[in-house]
């Protein structure tokens, strides 16, 4: 078992930044991949970033230039910097964690408990 424990997020104003992160514990040997998706109201989840354990990332479009995943292997933490936020970027982010085959078909194993961005002024 994989346990994501997400920090950040809150308030923020149009054009100004925000960080998330999420520290994942447990049997953490068997996952390789961990990004952030995100479920506004009415909207389906989307994958929002991803990172494998090598560093590759991937982004949505929409968030391209703006947003930045990062991870400290050291801390098994992973990281979402997001910038110039806008109004659409208001959702509940959650973490997520599993094979990178399990991100590429939307369902990684493992999932923390979300957190609510708000965009506005």
């Known amino acids: 078992q994989v346990q994501l424990v997400e920090s950040g997020g809150g308030l923020g104003q149009p054009g100004g930044s925000l960080r998330l992160s999420c520290a994942a514990s447990g049997v953490i040997f068997c996952i390789n991949s961990m990004g952030w998706y995100r479920q506004a109201p009415g909207k389906q989840r989307e994958l929002v970033a991803r990172?494998?354990?090598?560093?590759?990332?991937t982004y949505a479009d929409s968030v391209k230039g703006r947003f930045t995943i990062s991870r400290d292997n050291a801390r098994n933490t992973v990281y979402l910097q997001m910038n110039s936020l806008k109004p659409e970027d208001t959702a509940i982010y959650y973490c997520a964690a599993g094979t990178f085959s399990q991100f590429v078909v939307g369902t990684p194993d493992y999932w923390g408990q979300g957190t609510q961005v708000t965009v506005s002024s």
């Open positions: 990172i494998t354990s090598g560093g590759t990332t």
